[in-house]
């Protein structure tokens, strides 16, 4: 009789490498996307971009600017992620509401701003990026499924 082997425990960590494996794999590209996305002037909100493992923070560095090390920071971050990790993207500067849904005033910064939007980013970063998530999950899978 013809048969064949599996060895059914190492089928299923290899099955849950390459979930993880795309789970990282698409939280980075998430996380890339809406950091290039934010617009820069002083740099605060891009650099203010931080990426946690299964719990929010409240962190904010006013100080933070352009030439700062929040993608090597947010990629190691979302690569040290384990198996059922949540992984948060977050910022906590005080304009970024206004950055990402408008309703800068009348009052802000002089050709900036567009009826309320940021000029260099009128429909906001983390609503556009979602809104391409189904595309990206798929590149992602196809990564890791190389």
């Not at 500067?93 to 309703?103: R, T």
């Amino acid at each position: 009789m013809a048969g064949w082997s599996l060895d059914l425990n190492q089928w299923v960590d290899k099955e849950k490498q390459n979930i993880l494996d795309v789970r990282r794999s698409f939280a980075f590209a998430l996380f890339a996307k809406i950091l290039y996305r934010t617009p820069v002037d002083s740099g605060r909100a891009r650099q203010n971009w931080i990426v946690t493992l299964n719990g929010g923070s409240l962190a904010y560095n006013p100080n933070a600017a352009k030439g700062g090390m929040v993608f090597a920071d947010g990629r190691k971050m979302i690569y040290n992620a384990k198996g059922d990790d949540t992984i948060i993207i977050q910022n906590n500067a005080p304009y970024i509401g206004k950055l990402e849904y408008g309703g800068y005033g009348p009052n802000s910064p002089s050709g900036k701003t567009v009826n309320g939007f940021s000029k260099q980013a009128p429909h906001g970063m983390v609503g556009v990026t979602m809104l391409e998530a189904g595309a990206t999950m798929t590149e992602a899978i196809a990564e890791v499924g190389k």
